[in-house]
């Protein structure tokens, strides 16, 4: 059974930093690309970063494009987010998902053969 299963989260005060993790149970993370999601409520869902399989490929959103890292452990089976300099606005539930056709993240589409899964999200405040 696949699932992805991401602890962590929590209250941060700006300017803070926060690592979220993403384990995958159920297929081998090294052969797909994974990505993290991000949403709030009443807005469309917005793409953050994205890693892909061989090579590590990564994308980051403009608004986090130097804030924020995206890596994956294979030993593991768990990709990670590092986010540093948390804004205000990047208060949101943060969602993992794989596998991926793309690293681009510009889509949420999986590859042939296969079906994307979300982990359960974890929700990230930034607050004073």
């Known amino acids: 059974q696949v699932r992805l299963v991401e602890p962590g989260g929590g209250l941060v005060q700006p300017g803070g930093s926060l690592r979220l993790s993403c384990q995958v149970l159920?297929?081998?993370?090294?052969?797909?690309?994974i990505g993290w999601f991000r949403q709030v409520a009443g807005k469309e869902r917005e793409a953050v970063s994205c890693?892909?399989?061989?090579?590590?490929?990564?994308f980051y959103a403009d608004t986090v494009k130097g804030r924020f890292t995206i890596s994956r452990d294979k030993d593991k089976n768990t990709v990670y987010i590092q986010m540093n300099s948390l804004k205000f606005e990047d208060t949101a539930i943060y969602y993992c998902a794989a596998p991926l056709s793309t690293s681009a993240c510009v889509a949420v589409v999986p590859p042939s053969g296969h079906q994307v899964f979300w982990g359960q999200g974890t929700p990230v405040t930034v607050s004073s």
């Open positions: 890693i892909g399989a061989i090579g590590g490929a990564t």
């Open positions: 159920g297929f081998p993370l090294a052969l797909f690309a």
